[in-house]
């Protein structure tokens, strides 16, 4: 990750852009096709695939329920199969109960007791099997004796003698199979059955017969009849439905049909029975920002359409299940660039909305595949006990030849990455990431074998494994060694090292890292069908000041770094004028009979890489590297992370 040109090398280093220029211009037949992916295929609101074509997006997502195709630059919504009515039972429903149609629904609801069918782009139910008769025989009932109709209650009480049938809905007695002589024998009987409302109860209202203690129980709301021997409950018409208004109660009920009745009159309202939530007019999709909740809506097209209009903002079901949300947040990670502990804890110090450290503990040491360990287990463990996931990097010393001659030798490779995985499992790190640089062209197979067992290992292990590929370009990158397609296929992170756009060996004068030059970048890299959840943005906090005579011919250059250019610009006479060429601010000024230039890194152009990401929907941002920054700056990342 050193400050350096990443040059091509096909037979050795080839150290000059005359070469990059002619290889620009070979032919292009060989570049790989654009496997950008497009379509973005989710589970509710969990990512399950990418891919570049339509079809085999939708083909994938119809596979699983409750999914949807979104189109990844707009998050607009390209197919689904979210149901459009959902079963219950009571209050309770289940993932499975979720329907296309409404025949389909109905078929299941019919199977279970107390079942209704919501469609979910209207409010309260589209059909119910709530009981509305009881069968009894005097006094004894069963769950089972609850029908939907008159004809089912009549068709089961005249399997049993002396059985009556009670309407639920009226509470009132409308069928029986007891006989005139029978009931005046029952009315001659003794008293015991007794009429109460509440804990009153009048002389009057003591019945021999049960009908008749029913039909005087009928005259007032809320009442019961008790036998007196046995002192149970035989019948009530209770008001056992409750409606409210949000959490405000507002009237109750006994018949289910007038309590609906009355609910439908109120917005944001339910009904109770036996304090379960049964029936509400709610909106089906729920739209929150954070916590709080700001929209409700009956269809999802509505409900998405106000969503994108808010940051941090969910769609929820009732059942507070996320349908969609753009709660994601980049990941930001930081190089160290060195192993001391302190210094690494001084750097980490100066951050705010770090993710992800990645301090340089290991090193090719030789070809045979020893590994240089400079890692400090205290350090590791002060990192991840302040909330940071820990990378270590690991090099190759940015030496081709020595690299080339470890590529060749199988067996230093397995020796290597058995002791650098081992020794990261014994740090307790979950991941490395691996910076190579200055590879032989003629390495490209040997080098993306090497990655692939590296992986294999790691991923055994536990391990994640992230790796650092240069800029380059699709005209040329099948001729260097980093075949990037396949590379970013086998890792889970690929970090676009997106600077050093004019570098130290540059025969003229520019920017690092010009924006559209790293907008660029991450077009590329998708279109080689990377994934965006595995693509990390690289961006410079430094630039490369240029020496220029008075003929304005090139005489040098040299690194600055971020922190240290608000005191260079203070301390000179300095100009600033805007480069739409790069998007950044050219700063010039004269001293010596020389005019030095560089083009401005600071907040601004930070942040500006920060949308980038953010436009491509990728994984996050790595800046090469702490400790080139400045404290002011992580304030704005953390707030447009």
């Known amino acids: 990750m050193r400050i350096g040109k990443w040059l091509l090398v096909t037979g050795g280093l080839i150290a000059s852009l005359t070469v990059l220029q002619t290889l620009h211009a070979a032919d292009t037949a060989s570049a790989a096709s654009d ?7 989710y589970q509710y609101n969990q990512v399950l695939m990418e891919f570049a074509d339509y079809k085999q997006a939708e083909a994938y997502a119809k596979g699983f329920t409750n999914s949807h195709v979104e189109e990844i630059g707009t998050r607009k919504w390209l197919w689904n199969n979210f149901p459009r009515y959902q079963v219950y039972q009571k209050d309770t429903t289940l993932p499975e109960w979720q329907f296309a149609t409404l025949d389909a629904a109905i078929a299941e609801a019919k199977k279970w007791s107390y079942a209704s069918v919501r469609d979910l782009q209207a409010t309260g139910w589209v059909w119910n099997n709530y009981p509305r008769y009881q069968v009894y025989q005097n006094e004894i009932t069963l769950d089972s004796w609850k029908f939907l109709t008159l ?16 309407d639920l809905d009226s509470r009132a007695w409308v069928w029986d199979n007891i006989s005139g002589e029978e009931k005046k024998a029952l009315q001659s009987g003794d008293p015991v059955y007794k009429v109460y409302q509440g804990t009153f109860s009048a002389d009057n209202w003591a019945f021999a017969s049960l009908q008749d203690a029913v039909n005087e129980a009928l005259k007032w709301g809320n009442s019961t009849v008790i036998n007196t021997n046995t002192k149970a409950t035989v019948y009530s018409n209770l008001k056992t439905y409750k409606v409210f ?22 917005g944001h309202a339910s009904i109770f029975m036996d304090g379960r939530k049964i029936w509400n007019n709610y909106a089906s999709y729920q739209v929150y920002q ?36 753009n709660f994601k947040k980049l990941q930001v990670w930081g190089w160290n660039g060195q192993s001391g502990g302190e210094t690494i804890k001084t750097q980490v110090n100066n951050t705010i909305g770090l993710d992800v450290d990645s301090p340089t503990y290991f090193e090719l040491a030789d070809a045979a595949g020893n590994l240089k360990d400079m890692s400090n287990p205290d350090t590791v463990k002060w990192l991840q006990s302040n909330g940071y996931t820990v990378y270590p990097l690991v090099s190759n010393q940015f030496n081709a030849t020595l690299t080339t001659q470890f590529l060749a030798d199988s067996a230093a490779q397995n020796k290597f990455i058995q002791a650098l995985v081992d020794r ?38 536990g391990l994640v494994i992230s790796i650092d590929l240069p800029r380059g370009s699709v005209k040329w990158n099948h001729l260097s060694a980093f075949d990037h397609e396949k590379l970013g296929g086998i890792v889970d992170y690929v970090v676009i090292m997106a600077y050093d756009q004019y570098y130290r060996g540059s025969t003229s004068a520019g920017s690092v890292a010009g924006l559209p030059w790293a907008d660029g970048g991450i077009q590329e890299f998708l279109s080689y069908g990377i994934p965006r959840d595995k693509i990390v943005l690289g961006i ?16 040098g250059n040299r690194t600055l770094l971020m922190k240290d250019i ?6 000179k006479s300095a100009t600033q004028t805007w480069d739409p060429t790069f998007e950044q601010y050219r700063v010039e000024y004269l001293e010596g009979g020389y005019t030095y230039v560089f083009w401005l890194e600071d907040a601004s152009t930070v942040k500006k890489r920060l949308e980038l990401a953010k436009k491509y929907d990728i994984a996050g941002v790595a800046a090469w590297r702490l ?14 992370k």
């Open 290 to 325: 954070s916590s709080s909740l700001i929209g409700e809506f009956k269809n999802l097209p509505e409900a998405l359409n106000y969503s994108v209009l808010y940051s941090n903002s969910s769609i929820q079901t009732l059942e507070r299940r996320v349908v969609w949300d």
């Open 35 to 41: 496997k950008t992916t497009k379509y973005r295929v």
């Open 566 to 571: 608000p005191g260079l610009l203070a301390s």
């Open 245 to 266: 208004q949000n959490d405000t109660f507002l009237q109750d009920f006994t018949s289910l049909d007038e309590a609906t009745a009355y609910a439908k009159l109120w």
């Open 627 to 640: 400790g080139y920054d400045q404290a002011e700056l992580w304030p704005m990342i953390l707030q447009n």
């Open 424 to 461: 990261s499992v014994q740090l307790g790190v979950p991941g490395i990431n691996v910076d190579f640089e200055s590879l032989a062209g003629s390495d490209r197979n040997a080098f993306t074998g090497f990655i692939a067992k590296l992986t294999a290992y790691a991923h055994e292990r």
């Open 151 to 166: 004809d089912e209650a009549i068709a089961e009480a005249k399997k049993w003698g002396g059985a009556h049938i009670i």
């Open 540 to 555: 410079p906090y430094y630039v490369r000041e240029w020496k220029l005579d008075a003929a304005g011919t090139l005489q």
